[in-house]
């Protein structure tokens, strides 16, 4: 059965993306389908950044120079930086993935580059971070995805008069973008060559070369040249996949749509008025606090409960759930993030059975919480520490075989007729998520 439903992902994401003039190797297939049932990752922003304790736009906001920025190379040195306990506490956290930052928009790289010397190789901690992180990920099984950004508040030849951010960074010539794309496409062969087997590419700042997110016009100033990246990275390693944070509808190419700060089909955050793909893989990413790099004013972190509802209700709409954190500049990593992590991971191991290996429920997140599902099982998620008694209708099932909480395998009462089913349960509102799983008979 479940080659079989493999089989018929990979027919129906094939199909879809020939219409988009992109056809996806079996490999590619295979690694959406690992993607798709892991539905938990780790986003980690860091870099040099991360020194004022402002978040990773602390360039753009502070105004600040490329010369004054450069110096921060100079006291960038993470003596506390632990691959394996980066990679352990993932592990432990139940995640499947990480997705690293290897050059956000400063342009920083955190790899041993040969076409940038702002790079970690001259800072004094002159170690290789995506070669420690790549080698551990392998080494424990958890699958790397690398994010780099498309924008740069440094360099000359990136299109920075048309672009809406960094332009107080001094610059003022004029960009050269055949220049800036073989800088990127030197710099991408490098992170596809030299580090293993990558799950994926995600990519951020195609943004800045639009209107603000809600315009009518999104149209870019510029031509990426997307056919060009995107053709390098499937050849380099096929099974790549790539994503895009845009904050637009899915472009050719592409195996993956991100929502930021947004589960798929909401706008709270005002940056995802694009709609969810209905035929490609989603992904959410959040923060536990406010801030995706260090931020030493932001104190406001999500509770376990907020995480667990996330984490849920992503996997209720078919989405994975990123979850970042901003590791300090000596290499730690809060421990406010650590302990969210931590009882994350200890919730997977009761309930990860309703989260792993299942697709979105046949109803959205409602009111009174979220239902994911497979073949064999529904899982009910009843999130609002309220409700006994639901009632469903259009049951996809043609008989229940057993109902019962998934804590402690205790029997739920239901009644099921004609495709409506309705459920009681005791109230438990010590528990983030009453789990009641229904065996079922299609």
């Avoid at 402002?54 to 921060?72: A, I």
């Avoid at 008025?273 to 801030?291: D, G, R």
């Avoid at 907020?306 to 209720?316: E, I, N, R, S, T």
């Avoid at 191991?349 to 979105?360: A, L």
Wanted: charged share 20%; glycine share 8%; aromatic share 12%.
């Amino acid at each position: 059965m479940k080659k079989l439903i493999i089989t018929a992902l990979c027919l129906v994401l094939c199909c879809s993306l020939k219409a988009q003039n992109y056809t996806p190797t079996a490999d590619n297939l295979k690694q959406r389908v690992w993607f798709s049932n892991a539905h938990f990752g780790l986003f980690i922003h860091w870099g040099p950044f991360s020194i004022p304790g402002s978040g990773e736009w602390v360039m753009n906001d502070r105004k600040l120079t490329v010369h004054n920025y450069t110096n921060l190379q100079d006291f960038f040195n993470p003596v506390d930086f632990n691959a394996e306990q980066w990679v352990t506490m993932a592990k432990s956290a139940g995640m499947k993935y990480i997705t690293l930052i290897t050059r956000h928009h400063d342009g920083f790289s955190m790899w041993d580059t040969k076409y940038s010397d702002f790079n970690i190789m001259n800072t004094p901690y002159k170690k290789d971070i995506v070669k420690m992180m790549a080698d551990e990920c392998h080494r424990q099984g958890i699958k790397l995805y690398l994010y780099y950004s498309l924008l740069d508040w440094r360099r000359e030849d990136y299109p920075h008069e048309t672009g809406r951010t960094g332009q107080y960074s001094g610059r003022k010539g004029k960009g050269d973008y055949a220049s800036y794309l073989a800088f990127m496409k030197n710099q991408l062969t490098e992170l596809l060559t030299n580090y293993g087997e990558i799950g994926g590419i995600w990519f951020d700042g195609h943004w800045d070369q639009t209107a603000p997110e809600g315009a009518s016009d999104r149209a870019s100033r510029i031509d990426w040249k997307y056919d060009e990246i995107y053709g390098l990275i499937h050849q380099l390693q096929p099974q790549c996949m790539i994503g895009n944070n845009h904050h637009l509808m899915p472009f050719a190419g592409e195996d993956f749509q991100m929502f930021e700060r947004d589960l798929p089909g909401e706008n709270k955050s005002g940056l995802s008025f694009q709609q969810a793909s209905e035929k490609l893989l989603l992904e959410t990413c959040e923060t536990i606090s406010n801030s995706w790099g260090y931020n030493l004013s932001d104190t406001l972190y999500k509770s376990k409960k907020d995480l667990v509802h996330m984490l849920v209700k992503a996997a209720g709409l078919g989405s994975n759930l990123l979850l970042n954190i901003g590791p300090m500049p000596n290499g730690k990593i809060q421990p406010e993030f650590q302990e969210r992590l931590a009882g994350l991971g200890d919730w997977l191991k009761i309930y990860g059975e309703s989260i792993y290996n299942t697709r979105g429920g046949y109803i959205k997140p409602q009111a009174w919480g979220s239902i994911t599902q497979n073949d064999q099982k529904i899982y009910i998620h009843i999130l609002d520490g309220k409700t006994t008694t639901l009632r469903l209708d259009n049951l996809p099932a043609k008989k229940i075989r057993k109902a019962y909480l998934l804590r402690d395998n205790s029997k739920v009462n239901y009644t099921f007729k004609k495709s409506n089913l309705e459920i009681k349960t005791a109230l438990n509102t010590a528990e983030p998520d009453q789990v009641i799983v229904l065996e079922i008979k299609n």
